[in-house]
């Protein structure tokens, strides 16, 4: 059977990464988790003195863009794909509150995006694959063969964001994470 690229996009907290991963691993495909790799480059920039407070230094980062590559491989035990950061699990790292509270601004930079996007497009060549992110279907595969747009109210999403901290064992405040989503 000839394999497709499946795209699935939406705003944050809806559950198009749930979907993604059930539907690679129902039909054994290779997932790729889109946001997984803004927040490698988020936990790049914090590890390498990138942030200062909350400035970025765009110009450090802008030179060191090119040494960051992210791989996913397939977890055995979770049978759930990893984050690689140039060759390092960085699974756990970068599902932590100071990524996550960071990933936002380096995600919204033209040069990020444009070196994510590339890194996107060359894993998608060979198809068989399930990739969710904001601008999967429109950006970074226009011509999937399937496209999949997934919504939720602000109230479900900070409800999921919630829930999602606090099994990590995260400290959480709901209407801050309502807030948020609203943005």
Do not use: W
């Amino acid at each position: 059977m000839k394999k497709i690229t499946i795209a699935i996009d939406g705003f944050s907290s809806c559950g198009k990464s749930t979907m993604a991963k059930d539907l690679a691993h129902e039909i054994g495909y290779i997932y790729i988790d889109s946001g997984a790799m803004y927040r490698a480059v988020t936990l790049y920039s914090i590890e390498n003195g990138i942030f200062q407070d909350d400035r970025i230094d765009t110009e450090k980062l802008k030179k060191l863009i090119d040494d960051i590559h992210i791989s996913f491989r397939l977890n055995p035990e979770t049978r759930r794909p990893d984050t690689y950061l140039n060759g390092v699990n960085v699974e756990d790292k970068i599902r932590t509150m100071e990524v996550s509270s960071r990933v936002s601004p380096i995600a919204t930079l033209d040069f990020v995006r444009k070196a994510m996007v590339a890194q996107q497009q060359e894993m998608g060549k060979a198809k068989g694959i399930v990739m969710d992110g904001r601008d999967i279907g429109t950006t970074v595969f226009p011509d999937a063969e399937l496209k999949i747009f997934v919504t939720a109210t602000p109230e479900i999403r900070a409800q999921r964001r919630y829930d999602e901290l606090k099994a990590k064992g995260e400290e959480a405040c709901f209407d801050e994470i309502l807030e948020n989503v609203k943005q």
